[in-house]
């Protein structure tokens, strides 16, 4: 996670990654009603851009990441806003056990398509969730393996909509329901491309 710790600093420098974080946390609230009192998990928060615009709308909120130079971005930005339902926390879920809280809503903004084992953060999400809790992840469309452009590699292409609900409902998720939150518009070799960013809403029973 090395190349996010050195992009940490200049994060929140790029319009279009602001505006998408806002742009689905309209889709979220489109989709469930979010409450003062609800207990949420963002993993693989990176600089908190999502759960900033949703600190309002919940209740305590842990940011949860591998990076810590993203952490430390983070942490700066809540201490200067002065919010005090956030809290930052170093958490790789891939190989750590998994934390004793839980939370009645996990989410996630572009972060499923960089875990290899998809199945078994699905499985992870579902265990750390109370009872009744509801898992949503903003995620790539299948797509050709230009969206990044950056040099990032070992990822995910995105992901066929009928596929991730079928691992979703094998990790104990029913409910799964997918719309279109949001569609990210990219220059790839002086070529205006669109990525689709779907929402899924999973429940828990």
Same mark, same amino acid.
């Given at each position: 996670?090395?190349?996010?710790?050195?992009?940490?600093?200049?994060?929140?420098?790029?319009?279009?990654?602001?505006?998408?974080?806002?742009?689905?946390?309209?889709?979220?609230?489109?989709?469930?009603?979010?409450?003062?009192?609800?207990?949420?998990?963002?993993?693989?928060?990176?600089?908190?851009?999502?759960?900033?615009?949703?600190?309002?709308?919940?209740?305590?909120?842990?940011?949860?990441?591998?990076?810590?130079?993203?952490?430390?971005?983070?942490?700066?930005?809540?201490?200067?806003?002065?919010?005090?339902?956030?809290?930052?926390?170093?958490?790789?879920?891939?190989?750590?056990?998994?934390?004793?809280?839980?939370?009645?809503?996990?989410?996630?903004?572009?972060?499923?398509?960089?875990?290899? #084992?998809?199945? #078994?953060?699905?499985?992870?999400?579902?265990?750390?969730?109370?009872?009744?809790?509801?898992?949503?992840?903003?995620?790539?469309?299948?797509?050709?393996?230009?969206?990044?452009? #950056?040099?990032?590699?070992?990822?995910?292409?995105?992901?066929?909509?009928?596929?991730?609900?079928?691992?979703?409902?094998?990790?104990?998720?029913?409910?799964?329901?997918?719309?279109?939150?949001?569609?990210?518009?990219?220059?790839?070799?002086?070529?205006?491309?669109?990525?689709?960013?779907?929402?899924?809403?999973?429940?828990?029973?």
């Amino acid at each position: 996670m090395t190349n996010f710790d050195e992009r940490a600093k200049d994060w929140d420098s790029d319009p279009k990654k602001v505006e998408r974080a806002y742009a689905v946390a309209e889709a979220i609230r489109r989709t469930i009603p979010l409450t003062a009192d609800m207990s949420a998990l963002e993993y693989g928060c990176g600089t908190g851009l999502l759960s900033f615009a949703l600190q309002a709308d919940l209740g305590p909120i842990t940011l949860a990441d591998t990076s810590q130079g993203m952490l430390d971005v983070l942490a700066e930005k809540i201490a200067a806003a002065g919010v005090t339902n956030m809290r930052p926390v170093k958490l790789d879920l891939a190989a750590e056990p998994l934390p004793a809280e839980r939370y009645q809503l996990t989410y996630s903004l572009l972060t499923l398509h960089h875990i290899h #084992d998809t199945q #078994d953060i699905l499985r992870k999400f579902h265990a750390l969730l109370e009872p009744g809790g509801i898992l949503l992840v903003a995620d790539l469309d299948k797509e050709d393996g230009t969206f990044h452009t #950056d040099g990032t590699t070992d990822v995910h292409l995105g992901f066929e909509r009928a596929e991730l609900q079928r691992q979703a409902e094998a990790a104990g998720f029913s409910e799964v329901a997918f719309t279109t939150a949001v569609v990210l518009h990219k220059k790839v070799d002086d070529v205006e491309k669109d990525f689709p960013l779907f929402l899924m809403v999973a429940h828990k029973k």
